[in-house]
């Protein structure tokens, strides 16, 4: 981990006065810093709660702080904006979208939505704030599964905006979605050939991959599960090495967890041996200093869109056990 050491001339400061600064202005706000998975390292050293967006989501939810700073992208700091109306919600870099989310405009997904009536919308966190006000439920990869199937088998379901997790979700509950096209480029990146060449490069190894992948990636994984399901699996497995198919932010709490076990970041192609969501990695130290040092970004959600999002994600949270 590289230091930026501190000069007299410049004011830039160690990655150590960053931490010691940032940790005194939590005191100081009563500010609760959330950091998902997939930030770097030194983000998640400093954070309160580090998680994938379920227990986040559920983070932002119950909390006494005045403040809360969300190290992720623009959805996420969005939704806990939904979720606490009367705090200030600050995130680091509010130029961190979701290209996820973004591969889903409001017009057309409504218009996709009136071409079905009476189906219930499932939309995938992974969504904007508008999105979430045209859904019925909001879910995310660890809890999609369970809720589909509280869903009467006599409704029809649409599920958004990512196409390989709800082409996952319909293959594991037998129910026939109806899928709007999006995708994650990170998880999309994944190809058959090159996971089976890693395969084969490393004989005794897991492989383990997020529902984001496409399906032909999927079939060859010993385990599919959400970020979170990933990390547990990875510590209650008796494998000593994966071959892990998702952002490889989460190793670095795997490692932490499993320091005797190998993890080896999936290659998405021979060209490009990393798939990386450089969104997350916006969010760097010195941001979330300065953020917590200027009390902005903030987020600001007009209240009649807040309260019409605020309906789907309370309704999966009610949905979900835990």
Known sequence: MTNIRESAETGIMSQEELFSRVNALKKEMNALILAHYYTLPEIQQVADI????????????????DVIVFAGVYFMAETAKILNPSKLVLMPDE?????????????DFSAFKERYPGAVVITYINSTAEIKALSDITCTSSNAEHIIRQIPENRQIIFGPDRNLGGYLARKTGRDLILWQGYCYVH??????????????????????????????????AFIGSTQMLLNHTVSSHSE???????????YEMQKRSPHKTFIPAPKDPDNPRSVCKQMKQNTLEKLHQCMVNRKPEIVIEEQLRLAALHSITTMLEMTPG
């Open 95 to 107: 130029y961190a979208g979701c290209p996820l989310a973004d591969s889903c405009p409001t017009d």
């Open 241 to 251: 090495s994966f071959i892990v198919a998702t952002e490889p932010g989460i190793i």
């Open 50 to 65: 580090v998680g994938d967006s379920l227990a986040l989501a559920r983070a932002a939810e119950k909390n006494s702080a």
């Open 188 to 221: 999309d990146a994944f190809s058959e050939q090159a996971l089976l060449k890693a395969c084969g490069e490393h004989p005794g190894a897991e492989l383990i991959a997020h529902p984001e992948c496409r399906e032909e990636v999927l079939r060859h994984a």
